[in-house]
Protein backbone atom coordinates (compact mmCIF):
# COMPACT_ATOMS: atom_id res chain seq x y z
CA UNK A 1 0.00 0.00 0.00
CA UNK A 2 2.12 3.56 -1.12
CA UNK A 3 0.84 6.38 1.51
CA UNK A 4 2.89 9.58 1.92
CA UNK A 5 4.78 10.90 4.98
CA UNK A 6 5.54 14.09 5.68
CA UNK A 7 7.91 15.94 7.64
CA UNK A 8 9.86 19.23 8.36
CA UNK A 9 7.52 22.78 8.97
CA UNK A 10 7.59 23.93 12.52
CA UNK A 11 8.05 27.55 13.63
CA UNK A 12 10.30 30.02 12.64
CA UNK A 13 10.95 33.95 12.65
CA UNK A 14 9.90 36.18 9.34
CA UNK A 15 13.03 36.28 6.65
CA UNK A 16 13.83 32.37 7.93
CA UNK A 17 14.10 29.07 5.75
CA UNK A 18 12.34 25.71 6.38
CA UNK A 19 12.22 22.72 4.19
CA UNK A 20 9.21 20.44 3.86
CA UNK A 21 9.58 16.55 2.69
CA UNK A 22 7.09 14.46 1.51
CA UNK A 23 8.44 10.26 1.36
CA UNK A 24 6.67 7.98 -0.64
CA UNK A 25 6.14 4.46 1.56
CA UNK A 26 5.46 1.25 -0.32
CA UNK A 27 6.20 0.34 -3.29
CA UNK A 28 6.74 2.47 -6.44
CA UNK A 29 8.80 2.86 -9.65
CA UNK A 30 8.83 6.77 -9.59
CA UNK A 31 6.99 10.14 -9.06
CA UNK A 32 4.79 11.66 -11.86
CA UNK A 33 3.37 14.77 -10.63
CA UNK A 34 3.74 16.32 -7.47
CA UNK A 35 2.21 19.48 -6.02
CA UNK A 36 2.75 21.43 -2.65
CA UNK A 37 -0.39 23.04 -1.31
CA UNK A 38 -1.60 25.01 1.41
CA UNK A 39 -4.22 26.23 3.80
CA UNK A 40 -4.36 28.79 6.23
CA UNK A 41 -7.18 29.64 8.82
CA UNK A 42 -10.44 30.55 7.14
CA UNK A 43 -9.02 30.24 3.87
CA UNK A 44 -9.42 27.67 0.82
CA UNK A 45 -6.39 25.40 0.00
CA UNK A 46 -4.44 26.74 -2.46
CA UNK A 47 -1.26 25.04 -4.93
CA UNK A 48 1.88 26.35 -4.26
CA UNK A 49 4.57 25.04 -5.99
CA UNK A 50 4.36 21.55 -8.90
CA UNK A 51 6.83 19.64 -10.67
CA UNK A 52 5.82 17.24 -13.66
CA UNK A 53 7.57 14.19 -14.52
CA UNK A 54 9.94 16.52 -17.18
CA UNK A 55 11.32 18.29 -14.48
CA UNK A 56 8.92 21.12 -15.39
CA UNK A 57 7.69 23.88 -12.30
CA UNK A 58 5.52 25.94 -11.74
CA UNK A 59 4.79 28.53 -8.70
CA UNK A 60 2.38 30.45 -6.95
CA UNK A 61 3.13 34.34 -8.32
CA UNK A 62 3.34 34.78 -4.12
CA UNK A 63 6.12 32.34 -3.58
CA UNK A 64 8.35 32.64 -6.69
CA UNK A 65 12.00 33.17 -5.82
CA UNK A 66 11.08 32.09 -2.78
CA UNK A 67 10.05 28.97 -2.41
CA UNK A 68 11.67 25.66 -4.45
CA UNK A 69 10.41 22.86 -5.27
CA UNK A 70 11.89 19.05 -6.11
CA UNK A 71 11.52 15.91 -6.13
CA UNK A 72 14.20 12.91 -5.98
CA UNK A 73 12.96 9.03 -7.53
CA UNK A 74 15.88 7.24 -6.03
CA UNK A 75 14.50 8.63 -2.71
CA UNK A 76 10.98 8.53 -3.81
CA UNK A 77 10.91 11.47 -2.14
CA UNK A 78 9.47 15.37 -2.49
CA UNK A 79 10.59 19.07 -1.25
CA UNK A 80 9.92 22.07 -0.94
CA UNK A 81 12.17 24.45 0.43
CA UNK A 82 11.05 27.65 1.49
CA UNK A 83 13.13 30.65 2.19
CA UNK A 84 12.35 34.60 3.03
CA UNK A 85 9.39 33.37 4.73
CA UNK A 86 6.59 35.93 5.62
CA UNK A 87 3.75 35.68 8.44
CA UNK A 88 1.26 35.32 5.67
CA UNK A 89 3.10 32.02 4.40
CA UNK A 90 1.98 30.53 7.88
CA UNK A 91 -0.59 27.95 6.96
CA UNK A 92 -0.59 24.11 7.01
CA UNK A 93 1.52 22.59 4.20
CA UNK A 94 0.38 19.68 2.08
CA UNK A 95 2.14 17.31 -0.49
CA UNK A 96 -0.01 15.92 -3.30
CA UNK A 97 1.75 13.12 -4.83
CA UNK A 98 0.86 11.27 -8.03
CA UNK A 99 3.66 7.79 -8.75
CA UNK A 100 3.85 4.96 -10.64
CA UNK A 101 2.98 2.42 -9.34
CA UNK A 102 3.55 -0.34 -11.74
CA UNK A 103 3.29 -0.59 -15.73
CA UNK A 104 0.18 1.51 -16.17
CA UNK A 105 -0.97 1.74 -12.92
CA UNK A 106 -0.61 4.85 -10.74
CA UNK A 107 -1.68 6.05 -7.53
CA UNK A 108 -2.22 9.87 -6.46
CA UNK A 109 -2.07 10.39 -2.78
CA UNK A 110 -2.03 13.30 0.16
CA UNK A 111 0.46 13.95 2.74
CA UNK A 112 -1.11 14.07 6.09
CA UNK A 113 -0.32 18.29 6.08
CA UNK A 114 2.58 19.86 7.84
CA UNK A 115 2.14 22.88 10.18
CA UNK A 116 4.25 25.81 9.08
CA UNK A 117 3.97 29.81 11.29
CA UNK A 118 6.17 32.19 10.50
CA UNK A 119 6.36 34.78 13.50
CA UNK A 120 7.26 38.62 13.31
Known amino acids: QVQLVQSGGGLVQAGGSLGLSCAVSGTAERINDVGWYRQAPGKQREVVAT???????TYADSVKGQFTISADDAKLTVYLQMNSLKPADTAVYYC??????????????WGQGTQVTVSL
Open 51 to 57: VNSFGTT
Open 96 to 109: NVEVQVHDDVTWNG
